[in-house]
């Protein structure tokens, strides 16, 4: 079995694989001062063979691999350390890109071919952006909906703080209906424009896939979502892994 560990800035993402198939999902709170207990209660039971790691919270990436090297003693791989993606990086100082990023591309390209857009719907939303040649083009960046929400309240005097959900209705008849409703909506409308600029750079026939904490939120409002896969980052983790086989595809 193949544990891939998504470390993201508000969780960790456990995903348990056999035979390339993802048999456990499980999360934990990426703030917290020790892993060991919530470790040990997800992994048990479940022999691990390897463990990979992609991470974009250093700190964090240092305390659970230290906990998972003592709990399950076997070989443990950190993406961009350990492994390298195997995808050509187009960034101008490439190594500005999260290795979630690149990750998320590789099992998109694996899966769904290329040309692609990838759009990550975490603490942050991210849109990255595979060429034809199955290159790693570029991509955004943009508040995530939670952080937008705190920033709404934090930056104001008199908007309250609220629980991010599904509207109640497009146009909101009250302040926390008003907020979910320019969030949400908001950020469907974003995501369905900026699918069409990005296809007209790269190819109208690219497909747009969304995954991420939030993409079962958001996806209902969007119109250019063509695949929704919440388990691309973990998918991505274990093909690295079990792959030497896989890379040819790429």
Do not use: W
């Not at 993402?13 to 917290?32: D, E, H, V």
């Not at 492994?83 to 050509?88: A, E, G, L, S, T």
Request: with cysteine.
């Amino acid at each position: 079995m193949i544990l891939a560990v998504d470390i993201g800035n508000t969780n960790i993402t456990l995903g348990i694989f056999k035979n390339n198939r993802l048999i456990k999902r499980s999360a934990i709170p990426t703030a917290g001062e020790k892993y060991s207990y919530q470790l040990k209660q997800a992994l048990r039971g479940y022999d691990i063979c390897y463990t990979i790691i992609c991470s974009v919270v250093p700190q964090a990436t240092r305390k659970l691999s230290c906990d998972l090297k003592i709990l399950l003693k076997r070989p443990l791989y950190i993406v961009g350390k350990d492994i390298k993606v195997p995808v050509r990086n187009l960034y101008r100082s490439p190594r500005q890109v999260g290795q979630d990023r690149l990750v998320n591309a590789y099992a998109g390209v694996v899966l769904y071919g290329a040309p692609l857009i990838v759009v990550d719907f975490g603490t942050a939303v991210t849109f990255d952006v595979i060429s034809r040649k199955k290159e790693y083009f570029g991509g955004m960046i943009i508040p995530g909906l939670r952080i937008s929400l705190e920033a709404l309240n934090q930056k104001t005097a008199l908007l309250p703080k609220i629980k991010l959900e599904r509207p109640q209705e497009f146009i909101g008849r009250d302040t926390g209906n008003s907020m979910l409703s320019g969030i949400v909506y908001g950020f469907a409308a974003l995501t369905d424009d900026l699918a069409l600029r990005i296809r007209k750079k790269i190819g109208r026939q690219a497909l747009l896939v969304g995954t991420g904490g939030n993409i079962k939120l958001i996806a209902k409002y969007c119109h250019r979502i063509d695949k929704i896969d919440q388990d691309l980052t973990l998918k991505g983790l274990n093909f690295l892994i079990s792959s030497g086989r896989r890379d040819r595809h790429l």
